[in-house]
């Protein structure tokens, strides 16, 4: 059981926007800087967003997160079949003292 | 370009240990956090231990106590000391750095814990 929540699948049509939630607590998201990585099926993680809602160069703009008290979102919009892949949110857990993942969502595009 | 490269995989019975390594180029080393995340086949990512530049370290409960993080930045590499392997500990072993963010990981070294 992670302590970040993700919903284990989302899906969406070619161009559509789909959201992806990330559920914590005040110890991690209620606290800290959400991260969200993309992972392709044997590949390492690939970096989406740092410090909630910032890109890093080279990460699109229809690429965007947002986070709300305890809890983070990743939006994709304009999908697209390259999207197809494994999301993960991530932030650092204070009673913990660890990084913690969720436990990843796959994105399907149909 | 950042580029890590992670060795020390392989075979290993329950019980037992592995040194898993993590060489890094293409930045200064000792002024980047580095961690090892882990990934057992079909499953999600698990952070397992970081140190800071300071050589302060950090680890997962799952870990704490059988694996141990150290880093030679003289060497620019950093490693993971693994005893008292368990089944539960078979996974593929990332290291990780960055800024602010990971972006920059290795291609991951396979680690298997089975007799």
């Known amino acids: 059981q992670s302590v970040l929540t993700q919903p284990p699948s989302a899906s969406g049509t070619p161009g559509q926007r789909v959201s992806i939630s990330c559920s914590g607590s005040s110890s991690n998201i209620g606290s800290h800087y959400v991260f969200w990585y993309q992972q392709l099926p044997g590949t390492a993680p690939k970096p989406l967003v740092y410090n909630n809602n910032q890109r890093p160069s080279g990460v699109p703009d229809r690429v965007s997160g947002s986070k709300s008290g305890t809890s983070a979102s990743l939006a994709i919009s304009g999908l697209r079949s390259e999207d197809e892949a494994d999301y993960y949110c991530?932030?650092?857990?204070?009673?913990?003292?660890?990084?913690?993942f969720g436990g990843g969502t796959k994105l399907t595009v149909l | 370009e950042v580029h890590l490269v992670e060795s020390g995989g392989g075979l290993v019975q329950p019980g037992g240990s592995l040194r898993l390594s993590c060489a890094a180029s293409g930045f200064t080393f000792s002024t980047y956090d580095m961690h090892w995340v882990r990934q057992a086949a079909g499953k999600g990512l698990e952070w397992v231990s970081g140190?800071?530049?300071?050589?302060?370290?950090y680890y997962a409960d799952s870990v704490k106590g059988r694996f141990t993080i150290s880093r030679e930045n003289a060497k620019n590499s950093f490693y993971l000391q693994m005893n008292s392997l368990r089944a539960g500990d078979t996974a593929v072993y990332y290291c990780?750095?960055?800024?602010?963010?990971?972006?920059?990981w290795g291609q991951g070294t396979l680690v298997t814990v089975s007799s």
């Open positions: 990780a750095t960055g800024l602010d963010i990971w972006d920059s």
């Open positions: 140190i800071s530049t300071a050589g302060h370290t």
């Open positions: 991530s932030s650092w857990d204070d009673s913990l003292r660890a990084w913690v």
